[in-house]
């Protein structure tokens, strides 16, 4: 498919309603094989060998409709699970099949970091990143300014698999939720590579733009607002963090 196809599929393509309820106990291994029988089906039944083949993009799109509402009906479920990772793995997937994803798919990111584990407190997490569970990344678009507190001091952290993303406030050590900074998680971690650069941008960054965090705030006016990075407080801040993280690094008998 060129590139010019492929930017017109994303255009002007709207996914079909295809009704689709899968029998099995969620996250069981039936369940997972239920998924890929029913998306090699649907791929089938709307397979095209001329001009663009969406298949894939319907298929994928009607199988991520029933893992949400499974997801949402059973939220503690996943906790814990021998199938957790499978479960990610197998969303992501989908979404990287799709041209496009829909304003439902990109809020549902929110649904999903909930499941990354990270502590409520930022001593917690420096733990975890000096065992190399977590690791201190750019902040840039997370110090925003807000009422309730001083957004020079956010600092972000994402999981090892690039997947789930959180934002504590360095002076406090609470986490940060609100819309404006907040954490999100990743369908498409960003990589140096080519074609993991794309995907992140496609499937994280575009959506983000588009419609933001959450549909508390837009994108626009987030990024209105002042923005406290670079500030003398935020650079003194993070090489405070990086320091203390160093040190904890040095001294990783703990970790398990």
């Excluded at 079909?16 to 029988?37: G, H, N, R, T």
């Excluded at 304003?103 to 990354?116: K, M, Q, T, V, W």
């Amino acid at each position: 498919m060129s590139i010019y196809g492929y930017h017109r599929l994303e255009k002007d393509f709207v996914y079909p309603v295809v009704p689709i309820a899968i029998k099995a106990d969620f996250l069981s291994e039936a369940y997972f094989s239920e998924l890929s029988e029913r998306y090699e089906q649907i791929r089938s039944e709307h397979r095209k060998w001329y001009i663009f083949d969406t298949s894939k993009a319907i298929a994928s799109h009607a199988i991520l409709t029933p893992i949400m509402r499974d997801l949402v009906e059973n939220q503690e479920l996943l906790n814990g699970h021998k199938q957790f990772d499978l479960f990610f793995e197998t969303f992501d997937q989908h979404v990287k099949q799709l041209p496009y994803i829909t304003e439902e798919i990109h809020y549902f990111r929110n649904d999903l970091n909930r499941y990354g584990g990270a502590p409520e407190q930022l001593e917690e997490m420096i733990e975890l990143v000096a065992c190399g569970k977590w690791q201190l990344f750019s902040a840039r678009y997370h110090r925003y300014e807000v009422s309730q507190y001083d957004a020079a001091y956010n600092v972000k952290f994402i999981s090892s698999n690039g997947r789930f993303e959180v934002v504590y406030h360095a002076e406090t050590g609470q986490m940060v939720n609100d819309p404006v900074n907040m954490g999100t998680y990743n369908y498409a971690p960003g990589s140096i590579h080519p074609w993991k650069y794309y995907q992140h941008h496609k499937y994280d960054k575009v959506p983000w733009k588009r419609w933001g965090n959450t549909d508390q705030i837009s994108y626009k006016e987030i990024t209105k607002k002042q923005s406290r990075h670079s500030s003398t407080e935020q650079k003194k801040s993070t090489e405070e963090l990086h320091n203390l993280i160093k040190n904890k690094m040095s001294d990783s008998q703990k970790c398990r």
